[in-house]
């Protein structure tokens, strides 16, 4: 599957940005999606996580009650909305797809950046104060 981020920009703190991440193929439902993000120096880690079926996610803590994750299947899309945007969350936002089979499709959200295979090219967030 290719993974093409966008959505990115230059945000005011409070503010709001939507990113969204398309997919190829045929089976998008399959697969476990993620968004990351890294800032220069550090280590990409993991933003938020969305299991094959949209039933199960995880948020990192630092973004619980501001960003959300969702997955339209059916445009072979997957977004992050993220409001009340600090200066600490500027980075570059990656997304990421594993393929997923039987029981994982309902509750696969994986948060390690090895259990993902495939990943866009990056969308980058910039959040100024």
């Known amino acids: 599957v290719q993974l093409q981020a966008s959505g990115g920009g230059l945000v005011q703190a409070g503010g709001s940005l939507r990113l969204s991440c398309a997919a190829s193929?045929?089976?998008?439902?399959?697969?476990?999606l993620g968004w990351f993000r890294q800032a220069p120096g550090k280590e990409r880690e993991i933003v938020a996580s969305?299991?094959?079926?949209?039933?199960?996610?995880y948020y990192t803590d630092s973004v619980k009650g501001r960003f959300t994750i969702s997955r339209d299947n059916a445009k072979n899309t997957v977004y992050l909305q993220m409001n009340s945007l600090k200066p600490e969350d500027t980075a570059v936002y990656y997304c990421a797809a594993v393929r997923t089979s039987g029981t994982n499709y309902y509750y696969y959200a994986p948060t390690r950046k090895a259990a993902y295979d495939y990943w866009g090219q990056g969308t980058q967030v910039t959040v100024s104060s």
């Open positions: 969305i299991s094959g079926s949209g039933g199960s996610t």
């Open positions: 193929g045929r089976t998008f439902s399959t697969y476990a």
